[in-house]
């Protein structure tokens, strides 16, 4: 299940309801749960204080309230953090998109440099009707 736990007009309401959602969910054995948001709704850094990962914090609070997987998507950019986050919470599983299709062999490049920085910029223009293509590449 993939569910928005956060957008920038009432955060905390928005993330209150996910939770109790989540936890619903999780008693009716649903496999996994991927939490989301409209992260570009708020740039305000006090509701979203972080580049990348953006949405840890609400995944980690959901991850320590159930006992299924929990994916995290949001800006997921560097070995580094997506490492940090998996030690530091409950949260099992990261989803990438636009990396991928900037870059298809992300993964590999990570296998071969975990601190190799993908090449996306976020810029959102991959995302059209006739399918989903990086502009730079």
């Not at 998507?73 to 989803?95: D, Q």
């Amino acid at each position: 299940m993939k569910i928005n736990s956060i957008d920038g007009r009432n955060p905390e309401r928005v993330f209150d309801a996910c939770r109790y959602t989540c936890r619903h969910f999780a008693e009716k054995q649903m496999d996994a749960i991927e939490i989301s948001g409209n992260v570009f709704d708020f740039p305000d850094t006090r509701i979203n204080p972080y580049r990348e990962s953006v949405l840890r914090d609400y995944a980690a609070q959901i991850a320590a309230d159930v006992d299924i997987p929990i994916i995290l998507v949001g800006l997921n950019r560097s070995c580094a953090t997506m490492t940090e986050i998996l030690n530091a919470t409950n949260i099992r599983y990261f989803s990438l998109s636009r990396p991928l299709i900037r870059e298809p062999n992300v993964i590999n490049l990570w296998q071969q440099n975990p601190a190799y920085a993908p090449q996306c910029i976020s810029c959102n223009q991959c995302f059209r009707p006739d399918g989903n293509t990086c502009i730079f590449s």
